[in-house]
């Protein structure tokens, strides 16, 4: 904390055991001893765990490539976060082998329909959270659980009489970031085992997403992501579809109409749509001066995890000209080309009217509303106040942002959805 009691996110908080691992694994790098992260080990690694001899297919392996070499030459990664990015980076291309082995066993996955996804996907920081957890409330949605996010392909050895193994592992995986690598984690984007998620973890399994950058400095990758063409992020998208149908295939079928949520769908808003043609999207907006800082802070959380090289004032300017180059400017196109597909909704409306706002978007889009989800909608608002998990401050200049800056930057937005700009910094809802 700094004089005035705000976070400076430079030096992330550690317990000692962390740090002493941590200084033994820099004096064994500066001796030559450290091993570095290399795709060809995370690929065996995960072939190991999933018990399976495939390779994968080759775009998947040269997107695993890419990635694992801008986290070993840009990422500056300490001992804890090398280790812990290894193990995501194999978990993931683990879900990503079983996924595939899972649909070539079960090509009847494919058959499975997915009725008019309704889909949150606006900036973070703006309240989209909030209007995810609300439209789960209803009782004809399927909502996606951070336990089939983070592994959805369910056990094998599963008992079918007790509870799915995979949601005491998140619950477990979920306590240790908590309490030993972010402990202010709730206070900016609060999860459960059993609770609604984002869809970016569906993402990362097709190694072709920018929220890698959440787990460090990598722009190399970035830059590669940002050089492919339409038809590459249409075949990402193809995947992200086909692990949607294999959730919905694992427990069921079909049953109302997906609850999705993901700021990262900006990013590639025109495969979306080419690839789930009667998908529903809700853009949520808010001040970009409010949005952007808020964003930063959740970036500096989240790298401090895994490195000791945190720099908020480079983090402001890569994360707000990020903002423009990679979300809002490429959406705006997309919108452009699909007229219709999308309802706005500004943030002030929604926290003024939280149920009110959810009511605008089924009459925009023709859902039904059932009489039980306004009564779920209501018990859900009191039982996650404002700020449950602890307010999460912020502000432009210790980013290295200036109002005038970001004024400049993103006045075509501001000028399109009528932003409204908001008198003074205030920490927002996720």
């Known amino acids: 904390?700094?004089?005035?009691?705000?976070?400076?996110?430079?030096?992330?908080?550690?317990?000692?055991?962390?740090?002493?691992?941590?200084?033994?694994?820099?004096?064994?790098?500066?001796?030559?001893?450290?091993?570095?992260?290399?795709?060809?080990?995370?690929?065996?690694?995960?072939?190991?765990?999933?018990?399976?001899?495939?390779?994968?297919?080759?775009?998947?392996?040269?997107?695993?490539?890419?990635?694992?070499?801008?986290f070993e030459q840009d990422a500056n990664l300490n001992s804890i976060g090398r280790a812990v990015v290894r193990q995501l980076l194999i978990h993931f291309a683990r879900n990503?082998?079983?996924?595939?082995?899972?649909?070539?066993?079960?090509?009847?996955?494919?058959?499975?329909?997915?009725?008019?996804?309704?889909?949150?996907?606006?900036?973070?920081?703006?309240?989209t959270t909030l209007l995810h957890n609300l439209l789960c409330q209803d009782p004809h949605?399927?909502?996606?659980?951070?336990?089939?996010?983070?592994?959805?392909?369910?056990?094998?050895?599963?008992?079918?009489?007790?509870?799915?193994p995979r949601i005491a592992r998140s619950a477990r995986l979920l306590e240790v970031l908590n309490r030993w690598s972010a402990p202010d984690m709730e206070t900016v984007h609060a999860m459960s085992a059993e609770g609604p998620e984002e869809c970016t973890l569906l993402l990362f399994n097709t190694f072709a997403t920018p929220a890698f950058g959440l787990l460090g400095h990598i722009p190399r990758y970035m830059?590669?992501?940002?050089?492919?063409?339409?038809?590459?992020?249409?075949?990402?998208?193809?995947?992200?579809?086909?692990?949607?149908?294999?959730?919905?295939?694992?427990?069921?079928?079909?049953?109302?109409?997906?609850?999705?949520?993901?700021?990262?769908?900006?990013?590639?808003?025109?495969?979306?749509?080419?690839?789930?043609?009667?998908?529903?999207?809700?853009?949520t907006h808010r001040d970009p001066c409010q949005v952007i800082p808020s964003a930063c802070s959740l970036f500096a959380v989240m790298v401090g995890i895994f490195?000791?090289?945190?720099?908020?004032?480079?983090?402001?300017?890569?994360?707000?000209?990020?903002?423009w180059r990679d979300l809002l400017e490429p959406a705006m196109t997309a919108r452009a080309a699909h007229p219709g597909r999308v309802h706005d909704v500004h943030y002030r409306d929604l926290m003024n009217d939280p149920i009110g706002t959810v009511r605008s978007i089924y009459q925009y889009f023709g859902y039904e509303m059932a009489p039980v989800m306004e009564e779920?909608?209501?018990?859900?608002?009191?039982?996650?106040?404002v700020r449950k998990h602890g307010a999460h401050r912020y502000d432009l200049e210790q980013f290295g942002l200036s109002r005038d800056e970001m004024d400049a930057l993103f006045e075509p937005y501001r000028k399109q959805f009528g932003i409204v700009a908001e008198s003074a910094v205030v920490p927002a809802v996720s």
């Open 376 to 385: 779920r909608m209501q018990r859900w608002l009191a039982d996650n106040p």
């Open 307 to 323: 490195s000791d090289d945190v720099a908020p004032e480079q983090i402001g300017p890569e994360i707000a000209r990020g903002t």
């Open 1 to 70: 904390m700094d004089r005035n009691g705000q976070r400076t996110f430079v030096r992330p908080h550690r317990p000692l055991a962390v740090k002493v691992i941590n200084a033994i694994g820099r004096q064994l790098r500066r001796l030559g001893l450290g091993r570095p992260l290399s795709s060809d080990r995370i690929l065996k690694a995960a072939r190991r765990k999933a018990k399976l001899t495939d390779r994968g297919d080759p775009g998947f392996r040269e997107r695993l490539h890419r990635l694992v070499d801008s």
């Open 141 to 164: 949605c399927r909502p996606l659980r951070f336990y089939e996010a983070f592994r959805p392909v369910p056990e094998v050895d599963a008992d079918p009489g007790k509870p799915d």
């Open 96 to 127: 990503r082998l079983q996924i595939q082995h899972t649909l070539q066993t079960h090509p009847e996955i494919l058959d499975q329909p997915l009725p008019r996804p309704l889909i949150v996907a606006g900036l973070p920081r703006t309240g």
């Open 223 to 283: 830059d590669w992501l940002r050089s492919r063409g339409a038809e590459d992020r249409v075949s990402d998208y193809e995947d992200y579809r086909r692990q949607l149908q294999l959730l919905q295939w694992a427990s069921g079928g079909a049953s109302g109409h997906w609850a999705l949520k993901a700021p990262i769908h900006l990013f590639a808003l025109h495969a979306l749509f080419t690839v789930l043609p009667d998908a529903c999207v809700v853009q």
